[in-house]
């Protein structure tokens, strides 16, 4: 390699996509936005359950599977 080439092009197209070849892979990466919508439902539910129905225990369960969907699409993005 001379002073004025970067590195072989395999090496390159690796940096591009942020894989630097043999390097740990990321434990997350970022979620899809279509996974919002469905969260957002859940949410918007886990308030209403809380609120209105008076129920504190469903309403922290719903927050829980929103969070645990949000980071299971993050981990099949990684």
């Known amino acids: 390699m001379n002073a004025t080439s970067r590195g072989s092009a395999g090496q ?26 469905p969260v957002a439902a859940i949410l918007l539910t886990a308030v209403i359950t809380a609120t209105i129905a008076q129920s504190l225990p469903v309403g922290l369960a719903l927050v829980a599977v929103a969070v645990v969907l949000a980071l299971f699409d993050a981990w099949l993005n990684r």
Do not use: E, K
């Open 12 to 37: 390159q197209r690796g940096a591009q996509r942020g894989d630097w070849g043999g390097g740990r892979r990321r434990a997350l990466g970022w979620p899809d936005p279509f996974v919002y919508a």
